[in-house]
């Protein structure tokens, strides 16, 4: 059983480099905005809260987070293990995690603060069936236009330099020191995000020894 963390600032890839390894490694994929995502999109408790505290530009507290955490990961539907995407943020859920669960590593995307402005900058997604795309190596055949279902392209409302610099001002006072907790019992290995996908999961695979 194989059960890794993955971080990094956001467009450093996590999401297609947990994909990549669950794929091949038959593990499970628990990526905690997608579970928050799902809460709103259902109208359910949880979403509901979720909404009023992005309503009010707060951060969902480490109670709600550490509860949907806990909740997922005891639904056991990991025989062969997980790689936990977004999670823990700060330095408290940094040690929940490790009191509640054992884990192999900690993958860390590194990903220097222009090329995020660079790659962030220039996501879209389709207002009609959310297809993301990246006009720096995924151009839409026709430009601004969805190659799938013809719809609108558009950027994302958190995807302006005014919310990225905040996203990066948090993510480098608060989720960079989780790295020094997971340090301590030698977890970490550090990967160059720079590269092409494929090249960043062979890198990450020989580094823990897949």
């Given at each position: 059983?194989?059960?890794?963390?993955?971080?990094?600032?956001?467009?450093?890839?996590?999401?297609?480099?947990?994909?990549?390894?669950?794929?091949?490694?038959?593990?499970?994929?628990?990526?905690?905005?997608?579970?928050?995502?799902?809460?709103?999109?259902?109208?359910?408790?949880?979403?509901?809260?979720?909404?009023r505290?992005?309503?009010?530009?707060?951060?969902?507290g480490?109670?709600?987070?550490?509860?949907?955490?806990?909740?997922?990961?005891?639904?056991?539907?990991?025989?062969?293990?997980?790689?936990?995407?977004?999670f823990?943020?700060?330095g408290?859920?940094?040690?929940?995690?490790?009191?509640?669960?054992?884990?192999?590593?900690v993958?860390?995307?590194?990903?220097?603060?222009?090329?995020?402005?660079?790659?962030?900058?220039?996501?879209?997604?389709?207002?009609?069936?959310?297809?993301?795309?990246?006009?720096?190596?995924?151009r839409?055949?026709?430009?601004?236009?969805?190659?799938?279902?013809?719809?609108?392209?558009?950027?994302?409302?958190d995807?302006?330099?005014?919310?990225?610099?905040?996203?990066?001002?948090?993510?480098?006072?608060?989720?960079?020191?989780?790295?020094?907790?997971?340090?301590?019992?030698?977890?970490v290995?550090?990967?160059?995000?720079?590269?092409?996908?494929?090249?960043?999961?062979?890198?990450?695979?020989?580094?823990l020894?897949?």
């Amino acid at each position: 059983m194989r059960k890794y963390v993955v971080m990094g600032v956001q467009g450093s890839g996590k999401g297609t480099q947990a994909a990549l390894l669950c794929r091949e490694y038959d593990l499970v994929h628990i990526n905690v905005g997608d579970i928050f995502r799902w809460h709103v999109q259902h109208h359910t408790k949880i979403g509901a809260q979720v909404r009023r505290t992005m309503s009010a530009g707060d951060l969902i507290g480490d109670d709600l987070v550490e509860s949907v955490v806990r909740d997922r990961l005891q639904q056991h539907d990991w025989n062969y293990g997980f790689v936990v995407d977004g999670f823990p943020r700060n330095g408290r859920q940094a040690e929940f995690f490790l009191e509640s669960f054992d884990i192999d590593g900690v993958i860390h995307l590194d990903l220097p603060d222009d090329e995020v402005h660079r790659r962030v900058l220039n996501r879209r997604l389709c207002s009609l069936c959310g297809m993301d795309y990246n006009l720096i190596a995924d151009r839409p055949e026709e430009e601004g236009k969805c190659d799938v279902c013809g719809g609108e392209l558009i950027t994302r409302a958190d995807d302006t330099p005014e919310a990225l610099a905040a996203r990066l001002r948090d993510y480098h006072t608060k989720t960079k020191p989780v790295l020094d907790i997971f340090r301590r019992k030698e977890y970490v290995v550090t990967i160059d995000a720079r590269p092409e996908p494929e090249a960043v999961q062979r890198e990450i695979r020989q580094r823990l020894g897949l």
